[in-house]
C-alpha cells in the first residue's frame, strides 16, 4: 500500500513539475505605445515591429532592442491616424491607411528606417484583401471596382492598369523570361459587394504593359482562407499546360488558354456546419478530399450534388475518364482519400476546418473574435475502392458512430473513432488491432497526426499522446489544459487554450514548455518553431519553444 501511494504521490509531481516547466524567456520590452498591429518577420530578417494608431517601433528579433520608433504624423504628413497597416515583408514596407469618407489616404513607409516613400489619395475604399505585392515584378496590385492597377513597390509610380480583370489577383504562376503570368482571380469575403459584374477568371497576362494574351473561366469558387488567408486551391505549370486544381481539376493551355479537359465539379459547403451566433464571416475547409496523383493517373471526387458522390480515375495527360465508382450516397463530406498499395481509401465524414469572425456581446463588453477550430460532420463511414477498375472493395460500418480523421504511415492506415485507434487491412477492412485512446490520458482524441511515417500523433481534448502505427503500442504523453491545436512544426506541436496559453510539445518525450499570457495577447510562432513572440498591451516577449 506505502508503495502505491509513493508512486502516486511521484507520479503526481513529475506532472505537477511538467506542467510548471515554462518556455525559457529571451527577452521582454516594455514599449512606449500601446500595440494594436504588429508583424513578427523572421529570424534570418532580424527585425519586427509594433504599433499603436499613432506610434511605431521597429526593434531587433535577437535582444528585443530598439531599431528606431516614431509618430507617424512625423512619418507622414498626410495622414492624421492610422485605420490600417499592411506589411509587405519581401519589398520590405508598410502600406499606411489613413481611410475617410471619399478622401483615403495611403502611405508608404520602408520598415528598415521608417523613410516615407510615397503617399497618394488617389485609390479610394482600398482594404487589405484587395491589395497584393508581386516580388518578381516589385509591383503592388490594387484592385479597384471598376479596375486593376499596378503600382511600383518603392516609387508609387503607376506602371498600368486594366479594366479586363475583375476581382483580385489571387494565387498566380510566373515566367521570369517574357514577364507573363498566369493567374486566377477571386472575390475576398468582404468585397464581395464592390465586385458585383465578377466573373471566373484565368487569364495570362503580359505584366510589362497589362495585355491580356488570353482569357478563360473556370468552375467553382477560388478564395482565401477567412483567418489564416491560405489559397483553397494550387496552380501549375507542366509541359506546356495550365493544371488549375479547385474542386476536382481543369486543365488549359498553356499559350492559347484553350481548355484541353476538365473534371471540376461546383461544391458547396452550405449547410453542412452551422455558423457560431454573431458570425460576420465563415468558411468551411478541408470538407473535400484533394485529388490524388499518381503517375499519368488522376483520382477526384465528384461532388456535384450534395448527397450522391462519385470517386472518378481520369488520365491527367488525355482527361480520359477510365472509370467511375457507384455512388456514395448520403455522404456529406468526404475530408479524407488516400492511395494505399492497390487501393483508394475514403473516409466519409469527421473533422472539417472551419474560420471565422463573430461579433457578439458578452455581458457589457462587445467581442470582436477572428478563430479557427474543427467540426464534425456526419455520416461517418471508411469505404476502399479498387484502382483498376473503380469497384467497391468493401466498406466499414464501424465507424458509424464518429470518426475525427484517418491518416496512412506508409502501409498503415490508421483511423479514430475519438475513443480508439483502429489500424484497418486495406485489402479486407478487418482490424489489425483496436487500441483506446485513453491509454494515453489526454481525454478523446479530437485529432490525429502522422511523425516520421512511424508514429500517430493524438491530439486529445487536454494535450497530446503518441502511439506506434504498427502496432498501437502506447509511447508517451503529455497531460494540459483544455486546448486546440494551433501549428505542428517538425517535432514541435504547439497547443493554444481560449485564454491563449500556450504549450509547446517534444513529439519525441511529450514535455512541453508553456507560455501563459493575458487574455488580450496575440502570439506569432517563428517559421522554425524554436520561438514564440508575444504581443500584449505595451510589452513585446519573445521565448522559447524548447
Known amino acids: 500500500m506505502r508503495k502505491v501511494l509513493l508512486l502516486l504521490i511521484i507520479t503526481f509531481l513529475t506532472f505537477f513539475i511538467n506542467a510548471q516547466d515554462n518556455m525559457p524567456l ?6 512606449g505605445h500601446k500595440i ?27 535582444n528585443g532592442k530598439t531599431i528606431w520608433t516614431e509618430s507617424f504624423k512625423k512619418l507622414t504628413p498626410e495622414l492624421n491616424k492610422i485605420d490600417e497597416m499592411i506589411p509587405f515583408w519581401k519589398a520590405n514596407i508598410i502600406l499606411l491607411f489613413d481611410r475617410k469618407p471619399g478622401n483615403d489616404q495611403i502611405a508608404c513607409i520602408d520598415i528598415e528606417n521608417g523613410k516615407l516613400l510615397w503617399d497618394t489619395g488617389k485609390y479610394q475604399k482600398v482594404t487589405e484583401d484587395a491589395v497584393i505585392y508581386i516580388p518578381e515584378e516589385d509591383v503592388i496590385a490594387i484592385s479597384l471596382k471598376k479596375k486593376l492597377v499596378i503600382v511600383n513597390a518603392r516609387t508609387g509610380e503607376e506602371i498600368w492598369s486594366t479594366t479586363k480583370l475583375k476581382g483580385v489577383i489571387g494565387k498566380y504562376i510566373y515566367n521570369k523570361e517574357n514577364r507573363t503570368m498566369v493567374l486566377v482571380n477571386f472575390v475576398p469575403e468582404g468585397l464581395k459587394a464592390l465586385f458585383s459584374e465578377f466573373e471566373n477568371q484565368i487569364v495570362r497576362i503580359d505584366m510589362k504593359n497589362g495585355e491580356i494574351l488570353w482569357e478563360n473561366t473556370f468552375i467553382g469558387k477560388a478564395e482565401r482562407k477567412i483567418l489564416t488567408k491560405d489559397f483553397v486551391y494550387n496552380i501549375d505549370v507542366c509541359n506546356e499546360k495550365v493544371f488549375l486544381l479547385l474542386d476536382g481539376m481543369q486543365v488549359y493551355d498553356y499559350n492559347t488558354g484553350t ?18 451566433s454573431g458570425t460576420k464571416k465563415f468558411g468551411v475547409y478541408k470538407a473535400v478530399a484533394d485529388p490524388v496523383i499518381v503517375g499519368d493517373n488522376i483520382y477526384i471526387l465528384d461532388m456535384t450534388g450534395k448527397k450522391n458522390k462519385y470517386l472518378k480515375k481520369y488520365n491527367l495527360i488525355t482527361g480520359e475518364l477510365l472509370w467511375t465508382s457507384k455512388e456514395i450516397k448520403g455522404a456529406w463530406a468526404i475530408p479524407g482519400m488516400e492511395l494505399i498499395g492497390d487501393k483508394i481509401m475514403l473516409q466519409v465524414g469527421g473533422k472539417v476546418e472551419t474560420q471565422y469572425y463573430r461579433v457578439y456581446k458578452s455581458g457589457d463588453y462587445m467581442i470582436y ?20 477498375d473503380g469497384s467497391l472493395a468493401w466498406q466499414s460500418d464501424k465507424f458509424i458512430k464518429g470518426i475525427t480523421n484517418a491518416i496512412s504511415l506508409g502501409k498503415y492506415y490508421i483511423v479514430s473513432s475519438g475513443e480508439y485507434l483502429y489500424s484497418i487491412d486495406i485489402n479486407t477492412g478487418a482490424e489489425i488491432y483496436e487500441v483506446p485512446v485513453s491509454k494515453g490520458g489526454v481525454g478523446q482524441a479530437v485529432l490525429i497526426l502522422k511523425h516520421n511515417d512511424d508514429v500517430i500523433v493524438v491530439i486529445g481534448e487536454k494535450g497530446i499522446s503518441t502511439f506506434k502505427a504498427a502496432n498501437g503500442e502506447f509511447i508517451c504523453s503529455g497531460k494540459y489544459k483544455a486546448s486546440e491545436l494551433e501549428d505542428m512544426i517538425d517535432d514541435i506541436v504547439i497547443m493554444k487554450t481560449d485564454k491563449v496559453d500556450i504549450a509547446a510539445f517534444d513529439l519525441n518525450t511529450c514535455n512541453y514548455k508553456q507560455s501563459n499570457a493575458k487574455a488580450e495577447a496575440t502570439i506569432t510562432l517563428s517559421k522554425d518553431g524554436k520561438y514564440l513572440y508575444i504581443y500584449e498591451t505595451k510589452v513585446v516577449s519573445k521565448v522559447k519553444t524548447r
Do not use: M
Open 36 to 62: 494594436i498591429y504588429h508583424g513578427t518577420g523572421l529570424e534570418k530578417r532580424g527585425y519586427s515591429f509594433a504599433a499603436s494608431d499613432k506610434e511605431i517601433t521597429v526593434f531587433q528579433n535577437k
Open 26 to 31: 529571451v527577452w521582454k520590452t516594455k514599449l
Open 369 to 388: 473574435k477572428w478563430g479557427k477550430n474543427l467540426s464534425e460532420v456526419n455520416p461517418f463511414g471508411v469505404l476502399a475502392f479498387n484502382i483498376n
Open 259 to 276: 481548355i484541353l479537359w476538365t473534371a471540376a465539379f461546383q461544391f458547396t459547403c452550405n449547410g453542412i456546419v452551422k455558423k457560431p
